[in-house]
């Protein structure tokens, strides 16, 4: 079965650092695009940050040159480095994988990502 586990989120003030971890198992994940989204009470998910399976990188306009997502293919896990927070960065924060034969709707589009994590809660003041 596929999982995706988030950790990493909490509490912090404007301008600190956070970096969240996605630990994935249950299918080949250096062969898998993956991304990180992200919902707030008053927006619908977004997607912030697209990397596909070899590494290269797409941003949100609102966090780039603030984000920078990775992924450790020894260790399965998918990072999120998130620096110079905003409280409009709070919101709870979602890795998704884009397993083989899925639609495409862009890296950035929900309907693109089929397995999703539990969340991990992001809180910036």
């Known amino acids: 079965d596929v999982q995706l586990v988030e950790s990493g989120g909490g509490s912090v003030q404007a301008g600190e650092s956070l970096r969240l971890s996605c630990a994935v198992t249950?299918?080949?994940?250096?062969?898998?695009?993956m991304a990180w989204f992200r919902r707030s009470p008053r927006k619908a998910r977004e997607g912030v940050a697209f990397?596909?399976?070899?590494?290269?990188?797409v941003y949100a306009d609102s966090v780039k040159g603030r984000f920078s997502a990775s992924k450790d293919n020894a260790e399965n896990i998918l990072y999120l480095q998130m620096n110079s927070l905003k409280p409009e960065d709070t919101g709870m924060y979602y890795c998704?994988?884009?397993?083989?034969?899925?639609?495409?709707?862009?890296?950035?589009?929900?309907?693109?990502?089929?397995?999703w994590g539990q969340g991990t809660q992001v809180t910036v003041s």
């Open positions: 998704a994988s884009r397993p083989y034969g899925v639609g495409w709707y862009g890296g950035l589009d929900e309907r693109s990502f089929q397995d």
């Open positions: 249950g299918f080949s994940y250096t062969k898998t695009d």
């Open positions: 990397i596909t399976d070899n590494g290269s990188t």
